[in-house]
């Protein structure tokens, strides 16, 4: 484990929020503009992965397990996410044969 922590310590810490700060900012791109409901949803476990990916690189810069621990519990959010998400999706599907989120808006009555 110390090798793999001195070779994410060789990359400058910069590159990390930089291509956290790109990731997050694609998947709120895609959430705002996109219609389909399975692309907003793996959009916004890209903007969850871009937070795990900052966490675990500040945890290893400091070297300390905290930010780790949290990713973890992160994980888990995202599954849970997914697993009600698609059955959102699935039954979305079923009732009206589209996933097109705009359908939502025949529920405001």
Known sequence: MGETNTFIQSV????????STFLFSL???GVLVRRNAIVILGCVELMLNSVNL?????????????GQILVF???VVAAAEVAVGLA???????NSKSVDISIFNKLRG
């Not at 959102?88 to 079923?94: D, H, P």
């Open 27 to 29: 998947g709120v791109l």
């Open 73 to 75: 519990f992160i994980m």
């Open 88 to 94: 959102i999706i699935a039954m979305m599907y079923r």
């Open 54 to 66: 900052l966490l675990a690189a500040f945890s290893s810069y400091k070297g300390d397990g905290n």
């Open 12 to 19: 400058p810490l910069e590159y990390f929020i930089l291509l």
